[in-house]
Every structure is written in structure tokens, then in C-alpha cells.
């Protein structure tokens, strides 16, 4: 069975800190892993997308990718408000299902 | 709207009635998914088809969930004889291509409550 492991959280960090989230993967085979970010009563929006080992950055987010410890991580700088939400990692095997976590709750405080 | 369209978006039924959630991927989207979610939960996953085959079922889905995509395109969600366990948001999901890479485009779901 596939998992996907997340800490749920509550994450509260205050406004300009820098968030951290972290997941790991037990399938040793998946390839890409993605970040969706889930507003309440919203459905999940793609953040960031992350294939190879190493860092990616997009503007205030940095994925961050270890697939010899099945670790994958999001980093979130200046945090704002609005980045107020739940954070899904997924991993992608094999261009099937996408599994994803159960989320974690990020809290950032004006 | 060119997005994953859902239908209905709320459906509210007694236990033991059938169900059935229609979904409008993208349009040159071939590959699309099913997903429920509870509070508090992240999506789990049920089904994906690609183009009309439906290649993957969750070995949790229980044998009263039916999926088809007949034509490649839209694709419907039966639940049968609806228990009170089965209350969630159904989610759909489309991508394009056949790696592993690529966005999934999520639908605003379709939430049930069984009475």
C-alpha cells in the first residue's frame, strides 16, 4: 500500500517567518511528488511540482526533493496570511494515481 | 469555464438510495480521476481512467462504487445503496499525457450527506 506521510499540524508560524512542511513517501518507486495547497470548502490548486533531487524555486516557495530518504519538503518564505490553508503532498508512481497525504494545516498569524 | 466541471454540487439522500455524480474533465484532458475526501483528510483516491479504460481501482473501494467513462469523455460516479458512511466530498480530477509528470486540474466536487 502506498502512503504518503504528512504532520497534520496545526503549523503556526507568524507573518514574514518562514513555513516548513515536511512528507515522506513509502513507495520507493514514485518519480514526481507535487505540493497542492486546499483553501476550506475549496478543492486543492498545484503549488509546486518537483521530479529530481534537489531544491526548486518558484518565488516564496521551495520544494525540496530527497528521494534516498523519501523525504520531500516545502518552504515557504515571508509567509502571509493568505498562505493560511492546507498543504497536500502527493507522489505520482508511475503516471497513475496520484496519492496524497492527509494534509497540513498552516496557520500564519498577522 | 474551460475547468473540471461537477455535477451535482450537493446531493443529500437517505441510506440505502443510489447516487450518481457526473464529471466534465478539461476537455483534452485524457486522463481522469476520482477522489473522496473527508474533513479533516486529504483526497484518497478511488479510480482513474485513461481516455475510457478505467486502469486503476482503489482495492478500498467497496464493490457498491461503479465509474465509467464511455466515450473518453465525461465520466459518472455510482454509489449503490448509500450508507451513512459514504458522506464526503467526491472529487474529480483531470491531466493530460501518460508520465508521471503534469498537473492534476481538481473539480469543485460534489458533496454528499446520506441521512
Known amino acids: 500500500q502506498k502512503e504518503v506521510e504528512q504532520n497534520s499540524g496545526p503549523l503556526s508560524v507568524p507573518e514574514g517567518a518562514i513555513a516548513s512542511l515536511n512528507c515522506t513517501y513509502s513507495?520507493?518507486?514514485?518519480?514526481?511528488f507535487f505540493w497542492y495547497r486546499q483553501y476550506s470548502g475549496k478543492s486543492p490548486e498545484l503549488i509546486m511540482s518537483?521530479?529530481?533531487?534537489g531544491d526548486k524555486e518558484d518565488g516564496r516557495f521551495t520544494a525540496q526533493l530527497n528521494k534516498a530518504s523519501q523525504y520531500v519538503s516545502l518552504l515557504i518564505r515571508d509567509s502571509q496570511p493568505s498562505d493560511s490553508a492546507t498543504y497536500l503532498c502527493?507522489?505520482?508512481?508511475?503516471?497513475?494515481?496520484?496519492?496524497f497525504g492527509k494534509g497540513t494545516t498552516l496557520s500564519v498569524s498577522s | 469555464d474551460t475547468g473540471v466541471s461537477q455535477d451535482p454540487r450537493h446531493k443529500i439522500t437517505k441510506r440505502g438510495q443510489n447516487v450518481t455524480f457526473r464529471c466534465d474533465p478539461i476537455?483534452?484532458?485524457?486522463?481522469l480521476y476520482w477522489y473522496r475526501q473527508t474533513l479533516g483528510q486529504g483526497p484518497e483516491f478511488l479510480t482513474y481512467?485513461?481516455?475510457?479504460?478505467?486502469?486503476?481501482k482503489s482495492r478500498l473501494l467497496s464493490d457498491r462504487f461503479s465509474a465509467e467513462r464511455p466515450k473518453g469523455s465525461f465520466s459518472t460516479l455510482e454509489i449503490q445503496r448509500t450508507e451513512q458512511g459514504d458522506s464526503a466530498m467526491y472529487l474529480c480530477?483531470?491531466?493530460?499525457?501518460?508520465?508521471?509528470?503534469?498537473?492534476?486540474?481538481f473539480g469543485e466536487g460534489s458533496r454528499l450527506t446520506v441521512l
Open positions: 480530477a483531470s491531466r493530460i499525457g501518460t508520465g508521471s509528470t503534469g498537473e492534476l486540474f
Open positions: 513507495d520507493r518507486v514514485s518519480q514526481s
Open positions: 518537483i521530479y529530481s533531487n
Open positions: 502527493a507522489s505520482d508512481q508511475a503516471g497513475t494515481a496520484l496519492i
Open positions: 476537455s483534452e484532458h485524457n486522463r
Open positions: 481512467f485513461q481516455n475510457e479504460a478505467q486502469l486503476e
